[in-house]
């Protein structure tokens, strides 16, 4: 597999999540990030990726054979109606509710929506309200 162009965010290079059903991670990984209009980087026999996460089953070389723990991640949305497609998607493709889209104490203007994956993950989308970036994302082109 050859990459010529990476985007990178700002903490977080990548993300592995060790899964017990990869088809079933793949299925509800698709729909959600599709929902953010975050395509599938690519898809192998033991593992898929879209930017930085990676999902692979525990038979792949990078598992090592066991399953991570329960984790947390969060992905921004562009506005609301994209936290509220998401968790649409991901209940459609087997995400249980874990809290549904609405605004947040976090910060003024925070609205995100939280999901279970099917290895019980908790996977949010938010958008921080209105605001400006100074970058969509960093672009490493080798």
């Keep these: 597999m050859e990459t010529n162009e990476l985007h990178r965010g700002r903490l977080i290079d990548h993300i592995q999540l060790v899964v017990r059903d990869l088809e079933a991670s793949r299925r509800f990984y698709e729909a959600v990030l599709g929902a953010l209009n975050i395509p599938l980087g690519g898809a192998e026999e033991k593992y898929f990726w879209f930017d930085e996460l990676f999902v692979s089953g525990s038979d792949s070389a990078a598992a090592t054979g066991a399953l991570t723990g ?9 506005d609301e109606a994209m936290v509220e497609a998401f968790y649409k998607a991901g209940l459609a493709a087997g995400g249980t509710d874990n809290g549904a889209p609405g605004k947040r104490d976090y910060h003024p203007g925070y609205f995100a929506a939280f999901l279970l994956d099917p290895d019980g993950n908790n996977i949010e989308a938010v958008f921080h309200g209105p605001h400006k970036r100074s970058a969509p994302s960093v672009t490493i082109t080798f």
């Design 70 to 78: 329960r984790h947390h991640l969060a992905f921004q949305a562009a």
